[in-house]
């Protein structure tokens, strides 16, 4: 396990980061809310190592990170409502799921479409842009999704440091193969998560990110 500080700089960081996720390894890494889990978002082994990290259950999705709405564009159907939410809200502590569009399905053959990974029997994709430098240049210079779910033991409590992570991961965080360590973060909710692939918008859970803040944004389409 490789461990870097973020005081060494946030493009440097991004940059060996982006190494580890062309290879398939996983980085622990600081968002706006928590530390997260990233791998590339649709690479099967590595999106494997990350429910084995967590011990979450397989048929309960992971979501991404994306570096902007463009980004976004390429893998989702974005509807009007989505993208008052990226125009108001994003960066920001909010997951937004969406439809996949058949284009993203479609964009990369072989082992790393998008309907492999996180995209492996789904019809959808839940996609975040935190409100965290280090998370966007990531996604910039990876140049596609990698993934964003908390660094915790599936059902445990969300932990703000590092160290307190990988004590409570013991030997799963052997498979981590890169740190970036942002000392302790603040108190925060993980991210609301809205979804709006169906025909009306469901709230699955309110996070960072106000239910009313969505309302509100939303209405603005009415």
């Not at 509807?79 to 993203?104: M, N, Y």
């Not at 990876?142 to 059902?155: D, E, I, M, V």
């Not at 942002?182 to 991210?191: N, R, T, V």
Request: with cysteine; net charge negative; proline share 4%.
């Amino acid at each position: 396990m490789e461990l870097l500080s973020l005081e060494n700089g946030i493009e440097a960081c991004a940059i060996r980061a982006k190494k580890i996720l062309e290879e398939g390894g996983v980085v622990l890494y600081p968002t706006d809310t928590l530390y997260g889990l990233g791998a590339d978002a649709f690479f099967d082994k590595a999106v494997d190592t990350i429910y084995e990290i967590k011990g979450r259950d397989e048929t309960k999705p992971i979501h991404c990170i994306v570096a902007d709405l463009a980004m976004a564009e390429k893998y989702a159907v974005v509807t009007a409502d989505a993208k008052l939410l990226f125009q108001r809200l994003l960066p920001g502590g909010l997951t937004v799921i969406l439809k996949k569009s058949a284009r993203g399905q479609s964009a990369f053959g072989g082992q790393r479409s998008s309907n492999c990974g996180i995209g492996r029997g789904m019809d959808t994709i839940g996609i975040r842009i935190p409100k965290n430098d280090f998370c966007v240049d990531l996604a910039q210079a990876f140049g596609k999704p990698y993934t964003a779910t908390s660094a915790n033991l599936a059902g445990e409590q969300h932990l703000r440091s590092v160290d307190a992570i990988l004590e409570q991961l013991g030997n799963l965080a052997r498979k981590i193969d890169l740190v970036v360590d942002a000392g302790e973060l603040p108190p925060s909710a993980p991210s609301t998560v809205v979804d709006l692939s169906g025909e009306e918008p469901v709230i699955l859970r309110e996070g960072a990110v106000s239910v009313a803040d969505i309302w509100n944004t939303i209405r603005i389409s009415e």
